[in-house]
């Protein structure tokens, strides 16, 4: 199903509804006007070299919606390894079946200390049928990359969103520290996160 932007932010929002019954809480609270939103419309997204890298790039400027304008504060480099490997073969010796994997190693710089404060990494893979017809094989290789692509970003923009929650809340605390460097799961939910005591 294809979604179109605003269609996915929305769905993104509502996914982040709270969820009582299970005792955790939406990590998008505020909205667009939320600290979660602000920083990642403060995120620059560097130019990604080569045809994943255009993909993802878009992808990930969709997702944190930068703001025109603004300085950012932040600035996201990534680097993408793009594979496509044979996983069957027929009697004949030619694949009959690919696999596509997209790898992707991203860094979030403070610029205002040029401090890294996240650094991850996130992958995806798509099958293929490797069929009769070049230009068809060719098509769905290219379809698995644009998909694959958009699972990146979601896990890319997971952890940002993560890691600006986090960096709101020791922002609130009295005597208030930086976040450490964050090595959080790529697969992590971004719709909520289990609330922390503070004593």
């Known amino acids: 199903m294809d979604f179109s932007k605003p269609s996915r932010l929305a769905l993104l929002l509502f996914l982040c509804m709270p969820l009582p019954a299970c005792g955790l809480h939406p990590l998008y609270k505020g909205g667009k006007s939320g600290p979660v939103a602000k920083t990642l419309g403060a995120v620059h997204v560097a130019s990604i070299p080569g045809k994943p890298g255009y993909l993802l790039h878009g992808a990930l400027q969709d997702r944190l919606m930068p703001e025109n304008g603004l300085r950012p504060r932040?600035?996201?480099e990534v680097e993408v390894d793009d594979h496509i490997e044979g996983l069957g073969v027929r009697r004949?010796?030619?694949?009959?079946?690919e696999r596509?994997?997209?790898?992707?190693?991203?860094?979030?710089?403070?610029?205002?200390?040029?401090?890294?404060?996240?650094?991850?990494?996130?992958?995806?893979?798509?099958?293929?049928?490797?069929?009769?017809s070049e230009y068809a094989t060719i098509a769905a290789e290219d379809t698995a990359l644009e998909q694959i692509t958009e699972n990146v970003a979601d896990q890319i923009v997971t952890h940002l969103a993560l890691y600006a929650e986090r960096r709101d809340k020791a922002d609130h605390l009295p005597n208030a520290v930086t976040p450490a460097p964050?090595?959080?799961?790529?697969n992590q939910a971004v719709q909520a996160v289990k609330p922390q005591n503070i004593s």
């Open 92 to 97: 004949d010796n030619t694949v009959n079946r």
């Open 74 to 76: 932040y600035q996201l």
């Open 100 to 132: 596509r994997t997209l790898r992707a190693r991203y860094r979030l710089i403070d610029l205002r200390d040029n401090q890294v404060v996240v650094d991850a990494t996130a992958s995806s893979d798509s099958g293929i049928d490797v069929v009769s």
């Open 182 to 186: 964050s090595e959080t799961p790529h």
